[in-house]
């Protein structure tokens, strides 16, 4: 009677040995941490809107081109500055949000008119991708001097000109309203 006792401790033992490292093999955990934090410069609330109109242009002059090609022309500025105000220029950037681009680095229209028809977004003559690379140094912006805080302004003014979106070159385009509107972020590496 003492050996199929012990014995049966023993088998129940191994039972439970392997059930407890089967355990451990199934499951893990991971932990996550960072620190969120501002970034040493801000857009200044009276400064962080701006427009660019493009003037009417007919729909014969994107009809020639390929998807992602511009007109090469017609390029317009914004009607002002968006300004920055940072209290260190220190690894500040800013960048465009590609969400609003299509593959072919065109901003896709959300207006009411051509799916066709979008727009190039450029920085003093320097075309602005989807690829989320592209970002401006405040050393590219211009300097517009201190604020009452003691903070330095910079200006940022973008330009942009029409593009074909969609379509083979001798495709036709449709006609109507376009419009998109582009989210600009501050970083600070």
Same mark, same amino acid.
Request: glycine share 12%; charged share 20%; hydrophobic share 40%.
């Given at each position: 009677?003492?050996?199929?006792?012990?014995?049966?401790?023993?088998?129940?033992?191994?039972?439970?040995?392997? %059930?407890?490292?089967?355990? %451990?093999?199934?499951?893990?955990?991971?932990?996550?941490?960072?620190?969120?934090? %501002?970034?040493?410069?801000?857009?200044?609330d009276?400064?962080?809107?701006?427009?660019?109109?493009?003037?009417?242009?007919?729909?014969?002059?994107?009809?020639?081109?390929?998807?992602?090609?511009?007109?090469?022309?017609?390029?317009?500025?914004?009607?002002?500055n968006?300004?920055?105000?940072?209290?260190?220029?220190?690894?500040?950037?800013?960048k465009?949000?590609?969400?609003?681009?299509?593959?072919?680095?065109?901003?896709?229209?959300k %207006?009411?008119?051509?799916?066709?028809?979008?727009?190039?977004?450029?920085?003093?003559n320097?075309?602005?991708?989807?690829?989320?690379?592209?970002?401006?140094?405040?050393?590219? !912006?211009?300097r517009?001097? !201190?604020?009452?805080e003691?903070?330095?302004?910079?200006?940022?003014?973008?330009?942009?000109?029409?593009?074909?979106?969609?379509?083979?070159?001798?495709?036709?385009?449709?006609?109507?309203e376009?419009?998109?509107?582009?989210?600009?972020?501050?970083?600070?590496?």
């Amino acid at each position: 009677m003492k050996r199929s006792i012990i014995a049966a401790a023993v088998v129940t033992g191994l039972f439970m040995s392997s %059930g407890a490292f089967a355990a %451990g093999v199934e499951e893990g955990t991971l932990t996550i941490t960072g620190m969120v934090s %501002g970034t040493a410069c801000k857009f200044l609330d009276t400064a962080n809107t701006a427009t660019i109109t493009l003037d009417d242009i007919p729909a014969t002059v994107l009809t020639p081109l390929a998807a992602g090609q511009d007109t090469g022309y017609g390029e317009n500025e914004a009607d002002k500055n968006l300004i920055l105000e940072c209290n260190s220029s220190d690894n500040v950037k800013i960048k465009v949000d590609g969400s609003a681009f299509d593959y072919n680095s065109v901003i896709e229209n959300k %207006g009411t008119g051509p799916a066709e028809v979008g727009f190039k977004l450029f920085h003093k003559n320097v075309l602005i991708t989807k690829d989320g690379q592209d970002e401006f140094k405040l050393s590219d !912006l211009e300097r517009l001097g !201190l604020s009452t805080e003691g903070n330095t302004q910079y200006g940022l003014r973008l330009s942009a000109r029409y593009a074909k979106a969609l379509g083979a070159a001798g495709a036709p385009v449709g006609t109507g309203e376009v419009k998109a509107n582009i989210k600009l972020i501050v970083v600070q590496d």
